[in-house]
C-alpha cells in the first residue's frame, strides 16, 4: 500500500507564501502522474497542479504565474510552491499520485487558510 502525506499548510496572511510537501512512500518515478487538488468548503475538488514522469507540468488558470509543482526523486517527495496567496486560495489540498497500473493513491489532506 503506497503513502501519500502531505505537510507544509497552515495560516497566513494575503500576499504570503507556503510551500506544501507530499512525501510518498514509494519511489515516484513509479507514478505516471502526481497532482495537488484543493477543496474548499462546499466546493469540489478541483485539480490545481500536476507534474508527470516526464516533467510535463499543469497548472489551473487560477494559479498560473503564482504556484509551482516540483518534485525531488532523491527524497520521493512532491512539493507546490504557493506564492501571492489570496484569500480564494483557502482550501484542503490533497496530493494525489496515479501509479502504475492504474492505481490512485490520495494523501489526507492539509489546510491552507489565507486571510485577507
Known amino acids: 500500500q503506497v503513502q501519500l502525506v502531505e505537510s507544509g499548510g497552515g495560516s497566513v496572511q494575503a500576499g504570503e507564501s507556503l510551500r506544501l510537501s507530499c512525501a510518498a512512500s514509494a519511489n515516484i518515478l513509479m507514478f505516471n502522474t502526481l497532482g495537488w487538488y484543493r477543496q474548499a468548503p462546499g466546493k469540489e475538488r478541483d485539480l490545481v497542479a500536476s507534474?508527470?514522469?516526464?516533467?510535463?507540468?499543469y497548472y489551473a488558470d487560477s494559479v498560473k504565474g503564482r504556484f509551482t509543482i516540483s518534485r525531488d526523486n532523491a527524497k520521493n517527495t512532491v512539493y507546490l510552491q504557493m506564492n501571492s496567496l489570496k484569500p480564494e486560495d483557502t482550501a484542503v489540498y490533497y496530493c494525489r499520485g496515479l501509479f502504475l497500473h492504474g492505481l490512485d493513491y490520495w494523501g489526507q489532506g492539509t489546510q491552507v487558510t489565507v486571510s485577507s
Open positions: 507534474i508527470t514522469r516526464s516533467d510535463t507540468t
